[in-house]
C-alpha cells in the first residue's frame, strides 16, 4: 500500500521464553524479564495496546496474568490451545483493528514461522529484535495525548459494550437505543492539535483520502477560522467517554463557492454507530445555515476505506468525476458533491447531538 | 445465471441478509428502491457488509471496479452491475 505508513496499534506476546525465561513450571511464579516491562511501559505511553497469544491452560494462563507485575497490561489476552492464528485473529477482532496493526513477538520459530505464513499481515518479531523495536517507525506511537495513554481503558470499555451487545442478541438498533451516545461537535482547539495529528497518522478504513497531513498544515487551518471550518467530535456513552475520535478540514474556499471538505477521518473504534454519517450530515448544515449551494468532500479510494466511499454515497454525495485542488494532499483524489437545499437526511435516531461553537441554525 | 431477474432475486437475497430482514420484505419491494433510502436504510457500515458479500459469493470487488459506486443507486442498477460484470471474463492475474 504506497503512501500508507504502517502503524502498530497492539503488540501480542508470547509467554514462556519470551515474557520470561524459559517454561513456566506449575506452582512457581514466574519472573518477567525487566527489560521486558520496561518496554511495555513505554509501548503504553505511545498508545501502543499489549495483548497475549499462549498456547496454554485456560485457568492457569488467567492466574499468570493476574499476577500484580502483569495485571492490567494486557487487552483481550488469548489463552488456550487454538492456534496462534487464530488467538491473533479474534485479537484484531475484539479490538476492531486490522491485522496489519498488529505486532506478535514469540521465542519459538515455528509458532512464527506458522504466523507468518497465515497472516503475512502480521509483523512477526522474535526476542532479540526487542531491543531495537522502540527505535522503528511502525512504532512510534502518536504524540503523548489524553487518548493514548487511555487506550487500554478505552479497549476494556469497547469489552464490555460488546458484552452488552450480546444481551441484545442482534437486535442491533435497540442495543444502540441503549448506549446512550452524545456526539459533542466542537471548532477544534489549539489544544487538540496532538489528537488529530494522532487520527492523521492512525486511521486508515475512516479516513476520506489517507493523506498524512503534516503537523503544520493542520495547525494552519485550526489557526484560520475565517478560512476553514476544523471540527472535532467527542462521543460519550453510558459505558465510559471514548475522548476525540474524529475531525474534518473544511476549506471555505471563499463566498459564495462550495466548500471542500479536503478530510473527514475518524477512528474505527466508532465504527457502526452512525457517527461518521453524523458528522458528514453535521457539515451539511453548517453550509446550508451558511447559505453555501454545496458541499464538496475530497476521496481518494485506497484498499481499506472503501466505507467512506458509500458513506458518501449514502448521504447522497455522488461523485462529479472531476480532480481536487493541485494540492500533494488531494492528489489521485476526486470530488464528491451534495446539494445544501432541504430536506437534508437525518440523524441517526439513536445518537445525542451536542454541538456548540458553530452558527445556531445549523441544527 | 445470465437473466437480469435472477440478479434481481439475489441483490434481495444479500439485502435480506445483510440488513437481518426477511426474504419476503424485501420481495415486496419495487427495483427502483434506493439502497440509501429510507425503505432499505443501508449506511456505510452495512454497504461494507454487502460489498464484502458480493466479493466473497460472486468474486466481484465492486468498489474497486466501479469507483464512484454508481452502481449502488438502486436494487435494479446494482443487478444489472452483477449481471454484466458476470458475463465478463475475469481481469488476468
Known amino acids: 500500500m504506497p503512501g500508507l505508513a504502517r502503524v502498530i496499534k497492539c503488540l501480542v506476546w508470547d509467554l514462556d521464553g519470551t515474557l520470561w525465561a524459559g517454561v513456566q513450571a506449575e506452582g512457581d511464579a514466574p519472573a518477567p524479564r525487566p527489560d521486558v516491562l520496561a518496554l511495555m511501559d513505554e509501548l503504553r505511553q505511545r498508545g501502543i495496546v499489549q495483548s497475549v497469544a499462549s498456547r496454554n491452560d485456560p485457568g492457569a494462563g488467567a492466574r499468570l496474568l493476574a499476577l500484580p507485575a502483569l495485571a492490567g497490561r494486557f487487552v483481550a489476552p488469548q489463552i488456550g490451545w487454538q492456534p496462534k492464528d487464530v488467538s491473533l485473529r479474534r485479537i484484531a477482532g475484539e479490538l476492531n483493528i486490522g491485522l496489519d496493526a ?12 506458522a504466523v507468518a505464513a497465515v497472516l503475512p499481515e502480521v509483523l512477526v518479531l522474535a526476542p532479540p529484535d526487542l531491543p531495537a523495536l522502540l527505535a522503528r517507525p511502525e512504532f512510534a506511537g502518536g ?47 489549539p489544544a487538540d492539535l496532538p489528537r488529530i495529528d494522532e487520527l492523521v497518522a492512525r486511521t486508515n478504513q475512516l479516513n476520506s483520502t489517507g493523506y498524512r497531513y503534516p503537523a503544520a498544515d493542520i495547525a494552519r487551518r485550526v489557526a484560520d477560522p475565517a478560512g476553514y471550518l476544523v471540527p472535532v467530535a467527542r462521543l460519550r456513552d453510558r459505558f465510559g467517554a471514548y475522548g476525540l475520535i474524529g475531525a474534518a478540514l473544511v476549506d471555505r474556499q471563499g463566498a459564495p463557492g462550495p466548500w471542500l471538505v479536503e478530510l473527514l477521518m475518524l477512528s474505527c473504534r466508532v465504527e457502526g454507530r452512525g457517527i461518521p454519517a453524523a458528522l458528514l450530515r453535521l457539515l451539511l448544515g453548517l453550509a446550508a445555515a451558511a447559505g453555501v449551494p454545496a458541499l464538496d468532500a475530497l476521496y481518494r479510494p485506497n484498499p481499506q476505506n472503501r466505507q467512506m466511499a458509500l458513506l458518501l454515497r449514502a448521504l447522497g454525495f455522488r461523485a462529479t468525476g472531476r480532480p481536487g485542488p493541485a494540492d500533494p494532499a488531494a492528489t489521485g483524489a476526486t470530488v464528491y458533491r451534495r446539494g445544501t437545499a432541504p430536506p437534508l437526511p437525518p440523524y441517526p435516531a439513536w445518537l445525542t447531538l451536542d454541538v456548540q461553537g458553530f452558527a445556531r441554525e445549523a441544527l | ?83 454484466g460484470a458476470s458475463a465478463r471474463p475475469p481481469a488476468p492475474g
Not at chain 1, 460488546?162 to 451516545?181: I, P, V, Y
Not at chain 2, 428502491?33 to 425503505?39: K, M, Q, S, Y
Open chain 1, 143 to 189: 504524540p503523548g495525548t489524553a487518548e493514548a495513554a487511555a487506550r487500554p481503558r478505552l479497549y476494556q470499555e469497547e469489552a464490555a459494550r460488546r458484552a452488552a451487545e450480546r444481551d441484545f442478541a442482534g437486535d442491533r438498533q435497540r442495543f444502540l437505543e441503549s448506549c446512550a451516545m452524545v456526539l459533542e461537535v466542537r471548532p477544534a482547539q
Open chain 1, 102 to 113: 498488529l505486532a506478535f513477538v514469540d521465542d519459538s520459530p515455528f509458532e512464527r514461522a
Open chain 2, 1 to 83: 445465471m445470465t437473466g437480469s431477474e435472477d440478479w434481481r432475486a439475489v441483490v434481495r437475497r444479500l439485502l435480506a441478509a445483510v440488513l437481518d430482514r426477511p426474504a419476503a420484505a424485501l420481495a415486496a419491494l419495487p427495483d427502483d428502491t434506493p439502497l440509501f433510502g429510507p425503505e432499505l436504510n443501508l449506511d456505510s457500515f452495512s454497504g461494507m457488509v454487502l460489498l464484502v458479500a458480493i466479493e466473497r459469493d460472486y468474486g466481484c470487488d465492486l468498489a474497486a471496479d466501479d469507483l464512484g459506486l454508481e452502481s449502488l443507486e438502486t436494487i435494479g442498477t446494482l443487478a444489472a452491475y452483477l449481471r
